[in-house]
DNA sequence: GTCTATAACTCGATAGAC
DNA sequence: GTCTATCGAGTTATAGAC
């Protein structure tokens, strides 16, 4: 080990901690709301050093919207490693919803793709494709679950799989909208049992 | 019959233009995303006459939730009106989220309170109270009919009528998000069948 | 990488003429 | 009721020193 711990600067890694604290400025008050001077004084930085890691406000919300888009690709694979087996896909949903708490439990925040969605025709183009990427993610991953879930007998539920995703995703969208509205935990959780459960066959 | 027709303004009455507008602008763009300028260039009028109608952008917001709070509470005294048994239940619902399809197809937008909840916490407090009083009333109105209907015996879920409400509020309000994100009314109608379907009894 | 300084613009809001 | 004109503050973004 010959090149060791921190070649890194002053305060460990600027560009995370914008990153970090412009995501929460963003879910709690939307991407207008959110102003390079709020994110640069968060910090300690001027509003120059912000433009030096994003050039851009645009480059900001992208790199935001990218990394949040990545931690849901690993939440999932990570879900999908735990639970290989399709006849599992009722646990497997139940862990997703319990990752949408525990974001929501840390940020307190709705999720940043639907406050980016409430917005979206005043964003940069790049942006509202990744958002809509976003969901189009999880509901394929919802689509896969839920189908093989049916397929293995331990998932019941009307129509063609994809369309179940879809409405799902939403559903638990607006339940973490509702939740951030009235700052009460309670009423995701109560949603997403009462999306989930219906489903789970013989609970 | 002394008193005519209309002392009116040249252009009929543009207190409600400007309301018109804003709400198209706020479901489209956000709250903060909606200036005076875009609002006034687009009825063609200074921003100095927007702020005789509307003194502050506070005042602004909160005349439109108001407004849009009461066209909510006509939609549910009509809905009542029309099925006043509580056997109409099923009914009242896919009435109910035939008149959110309706909304969506004339805007083309997310509800407007979703909006305005995106940015809450940017919001003068008397509209983010507005707001929730939204949410509320329309989940009142939700338990009613959801508890009447299961005690009648043509609605069946788990669970204290209140919670159903709020989580099947929430999901259609994430089921418009999901709507207006993708520009596709489709993900609204097969959303509110998929939630509201499975809660009626011998369909 | 972070700073100072500033450009160029938009924002909500007000005063006062008509 | 609408206008012109303007204010002060806030916005993103850039140039150049350190």
Not at 118 to 143: C, I, K, M, Y
């Amino acid at each position: 080990m010959l090149i060791p711990v921190t070649p890194a600067s002053p305060q460990a890694d600027t560009r995370t901690a914008l990153l970090d604290v412009a995501q929460e400025l963003v879910q709690a008050r939307g991407y207008n709301g959110m102003s390079f001077r709020d994110l640069a004084g968060r910090i300690g930085v001027r509003t120059a050093s912000v433009h030096y890691h994003f050039p851009t406000k645009g480059d900001l919300g992208a790199a935001l919207v990218a990394r949040y888009r990545e931690a849901f690709t690993t939440l999932r694979a990570t879900l999908d490693a735990a639970h290989p087996d399709p006849a599992d896909a009722p646990t497997k949903l139940l862990r997703y919803a319990d990752a949408l708490h525990a974001s929501f439990r840390k940020t307190g925040g709705m999720c940043l793709c639907a406050v980016l969605a409430a917005e979206s025709s005043t964003l940069p183009g790049e942006v509202t494709a990744q958002v809509r990427a976003f969901f189009l993610d999880n509901e394929a991953w919802l689509t896969a679950a839920l189908g093989r879930g049916r397929e293995a007998g331990t998932l019941r539920f009307d129509g063609p799989p994809d369309a179940a995703a879809r409405s799902l995703f939403a559903a638990l969208e607006g339940a973490l909208m509702s939740a951030w509205t009235f700052s009460d935990a309670t009423r995701l959780s109560a949603a997403t049992q009462w999306l989930i459960r219906p489903l789970i066959v013989r609970p």
